[in-house]
């Protein structure tokens, strides 16, 4: 089973930028998205960006216009750049992909946004 792994969390200032970087042990093409998901404590897990096998993208409305996610298939990795970062951001991050035998998911990196 493909697993991943998530790195790039962190604490930064209101403003500020981050990438976030979703690492799978295998292909990524054996998904048929990857997506990038945020949670806080006491509220269910959202979709935040998705991108498809065909590269297609999908934003929230609340990030739209300042994360931008990316696949590089020839590293089997998906990153999140996260700009204009507000401390509405702040959450655990998952990276969660699923193919036929379902979904899978990351353990999360923790995002901070701080003055």
């Known amino acids: 089973q493909v697993r991943l792994v998530e790195s790039g969390g962190g604490l930064v200032q209101p403003g500020g930028s981050l990438r976030l970087s979703c690492a799978a042990s295998g292909s990524i093409f054996s998904f048929f998205y990857v997506g990038w998901y945020r949670q806080v404590p006491g509220k269910q897990r959202g979709l935040v960006a998705r991108v498809t096998n065909a590269g297609s993208t999908y934003y929230s409305d609340s990030v739209k216009g300042r994360f931008t996610i990316s696949r590089d298939n020839a590293r089997n990795t998906v990153y999140l750049q996260m700009n204009s970062l507000t401390p509405e951001d702040t959450a655990v991050y998952y990276c969660?992909?699923?193919?036929?035998?379902?979904?899978?998911w990351g353990q999360g990196t923790q995002v901070t946004v701080s003055s």
């Open positions: 969660g992909a699923e193919n036929v035998g379902g979904v899978t």
